[in-house]
Each structure stands twice: as C-alpha cells, then as structure tokens.
C-alpha cells in the first residue's frame, strides 16, 4: 500500500481517506434524501430528462449503491492506516527510547572522567545562589512592613510608658488606611494601660498631609522641641519605638499645631521590624 512504511505517510494518507469518507457520507445523504423528496407523491418526475435519457429512480438507486460502495471502501483503508499510523507510532517512541539509552551509555565514562570538577564547579554556583538567596531574605526582613504592635511588643511600651502618667498626646493615621486604624487601636491600648491620656475619642483621627508619614512619627511641638523642653514620657516613647523598630530613621519631627507639653503620634503605611 501506498506510503505503508513511512509514518508521515501513513498519517497523511489515513487522513485523506477519512475526510474522503466524510464527503462520501455527506453525498450519500444528499442522494438519498433528494429520492425521497423526488417520490414525496409515489412517481418518478417526468421532467428530470437529459436528451434521450430519463434518470429513472434505478439510475439513482445504482448511484447510491456506488456511492455506498466507495464509502465502504475508503472506510476500510481509513482504518487500516489507523492500525498502520498506530503500529508505527510505537515503533517510533521505541526507537527513540533505544537511542537515548544509547547516548546515555556512552555518555557515562565521559561523565566519569570530569564528573569531579564538574560537581566541585555546581557546588561552587550552588553556594554562591544560596548565599545571594540569604542576604536578599535578610534585606527583606529588614525593610518587611509591620502592620500590627506583638503581645511582647505591646508589654514593653507599657512598662517604658508607665511612669509618666497622665502625659497627654494624641493619635492620627492617613486617611483611608484600615490597617492604620487597626495600628491605632492598639496604640490606643497601650496608652490607656500605662495611664496616658489621648484624649478620648476627639484625639483619635484621620487625616490627609502633603507628605504621608512612614513607620511611626513622633510629632513633638515646636518651641518645646527648639528650647529642649521635651516633656520626659514623650522622650520616653520616642526612645522606645526606635529601640522596636518602629520609625523609618532618627529624624525629630515638629509642628506648632501639636499643644506646648503635648504630642502628635502619627501611624504611617510602612513600618520596620
């Protein structure tokens, strides 16, 4: 048969037959049901005559017969070049799997003559990789962002705090920040814990500023500031959100719109651990 040993071949010339029995099928549908709408009344039509001959509805029976006959014919060969495609399909994968096996044997005493160096050299990269891989998770966990104060965190603003009672300040947040606010409450109660007063829920709000502010900001007021009159538990929590990690950097941050012996603390989006 006709490209029996080629797969390509095979393939191509299954798929010749298939679509030429689609097309078979098709006529034969066509053929039938044209007869059937033809002898709707139960007579052949006189008017379907070509010069001396009359296609008679035997003339249409043996066309269907034909066209019947080929569909069966292209069917067969359709499928026996799917067992042919199947066959050689097969043998194909076997024949590739022979020949890797084949490289890989010879490559073996290749790979054992310099497999030595060739691991010392990976080992080498691979150290390499992880090291890089170690300093950039230790610079991520350096900048990582905080979005609430842990239990432990919590406790040691409240013994720093602690001793200076009734000092008054405020809390503001970015407008806007659901996790600002979450950050604000529990500032909230740890200022209540050591005994500060923020002023109930009036000193508790939300704003917009020129310039977001980052980590926690102490906002001290700022003739205090310039005359170093910085009330004592307001240098007290200063010192102790930067010994947590709390603030961005060591910049002392004033505004004459924070009351004289007060504070403005304010939660930005970014906090370091």
Do not use: C
Not at 18 to 31: D, I, K, V
Not at 70 to 79: F, I, K, Q
Not at 158 to 183: H, N, T, Y
């Amino acid at each position: 048969m006709p490209g029996w040993e080629s797969l390509s071949n095979v393939a191509a010339v299954q798929g010749g037959f298939a679509l030429a029995g689609l097309l078979l099928a098709l006529l034969l549908t066509a053929l039938a049901a044209f007869a059937a709408y033809q002898l709707r009344g139960g007579a052949w039509p006189e008017w379907l005559d070509i010069g001396e001959y009359q296609l008679r509805s035997r003339f249409l029976s043996i066309g269907i017969a034909v066209v019947l006959g080929l569909l069966l014919v292209s069917e067969v060969v359709a499928y026996s070049y799917v067992r042919r495609l199947g066959a050689l399909t097969v043998a194909a994968e076997q024949d590739s799997a022979d020949r890797i096996k084949r490289l890989t044997a010879e490559a073996k005493p290749r790979t054992a003559l310099d497999g030595q160096s060739r691991y010392l050299k990976e080992n080498s990269e691979l150290r390499q990789k992880l090291i890089g891989t170690e300093n950039k998770l230790a610079s991520l966990e350096r900048t990582q962002t905080q979005k609430h104060l842990s239990p432990d965190q919590q406790r040691f603003l409240i013994e720093a705090l602690r001793p200076f009672p009734g000092q008054k300040i405020s809390i503001a947040s970015i407008r806007g920040d659901d996790e600002g606010l979450l950050l604000v409450q529990e500032f909230v109660s740890v200022f209540e814990a050591a005994g500060w007063d923020h002023h109930g829920e009036d000193g508790i709000t939300t704003q917009d500023w020129p310039r977001d502010p980052i980590g926690i900001e102490v906002v001290l007021n700022e003739d205090d500031a310039r005359a170093d009159r910085i009330p004592p538990g307001v240098a007290g929590l200063i010192n102790v959100v930067r010994k947590l990690g709390l603030v961005y950097d060591s910049t002392v941050y004033m505004d004459n719109e924070v009351p004289a012996g007060q504070a403005l603390l304010k939660v930005g989006k970014k906090l370091r651990k």
